[in-house]
C-alpha cells in the first residue's frame, strides 16, 4: 500500500519531466539509506508495469568501504535490481586527507561524480538519485544563505562531462511520507562521522521555524522552485 503511493508520486515525476524513455539504461545510486531504498523499490516495481521498456541496476559508492554487501545484495534481489558496489577512497580523502571543516558539499560531489563515471563506463545514460521535495528547498536555502547565490536543485540535469543525464524521481515525496513509507525496510546504519551534525541538520530546524511564522512556507518554497518557467 505504502509503495503503491510512492510509486504513484514518482510516476507524476516521470509524466512532468520525461525522467524515464523507452531504451533507457538507468542506475540508481543506492546507499542504504531509506531514501535510496525507496527509490530502488519504486523503479524496480514501476518496472515491471510500465509500458516503457528499460534496463535496471543499482550502483553503491563504498564511501568508507564497511558497506553491508549482503544486506543490500537481498535488497536488490527482492526488486530484481542487479548491483554493483564499487569501493571508493572518498570518505578518506574528504574526512582525513582534506579534513574539510563542511564535508558534505565535497563528498556529494565526489561521489556523483564516481557515480557518473560508472554508468559512463557500464554504458548508463541515466543516473536516479533519491533526492526529495525537502532536498530541494535545504539546498535552495543553503546556497542562498552560505554561498550568497540563488541555485536550486533541477529535477533532472544532463552531465556532459560523462553524458550521463541524472533524475530525481523522488522529488515529489517528503521526507515525512518517506519515513512512513520505509517502516518495514532494514535501513542500513550511515557510516559518516558527521551523520545528523551537518549544516543541512541545521537549515531542517530552520525551515521549521519559518513554517511557524508563515504556513506551508516549505511547500510554496518548493511550488516556486519547480514552477520556475513560470516567472
Known sequence: MNIQR???????????????????????GLSGGKDSMLLTACLGTYRRFSNKKFSLMALCIDTFNDANKEALQAFCKEYSVELKIISSNIGE???????????????????????CSACNELGYNKLALAHNAD???ETFMLSLSHENRLNA???????????????????????????????????LKNSCPIDRKTERENMKETIKKINKIFPDFNKKLFEAIINYERY
Open 6 to 28: 510512492a510509486i504513484s508520486a514518482m510516476h507524476r515525476g516521470i509524466e512532468k519531466f520525461n525522467f524515464i524513455e523507452d531504451g533507457d539504461r538507468v542506475a540508481i
Open 93 to 115: 580523502v574528504v574526512f582525513d586527507i582534506r579534513k574539510e571543516k563542511n564535508p558534505c558539499s565535497l563528498c556529494a560531489k565526489m561521489r556523483r561524480g564516481a557515480l
Open 135 to 137: 532536498d530541494m528547498i
Open 153 to 187: 536543485m533541477q529535477p533532472k540535469s544532463y552531465m556532459s562531462k560523462t553524458d550521463v543525464t541524472v533524475i530525481r524521481p523522488l522529488i515529489f515525496l517528503w521526507e515525512n511520507q518517506i519515513k512512513e513509507y520505509t517502516k518495514d525496510f532494514k535501513i
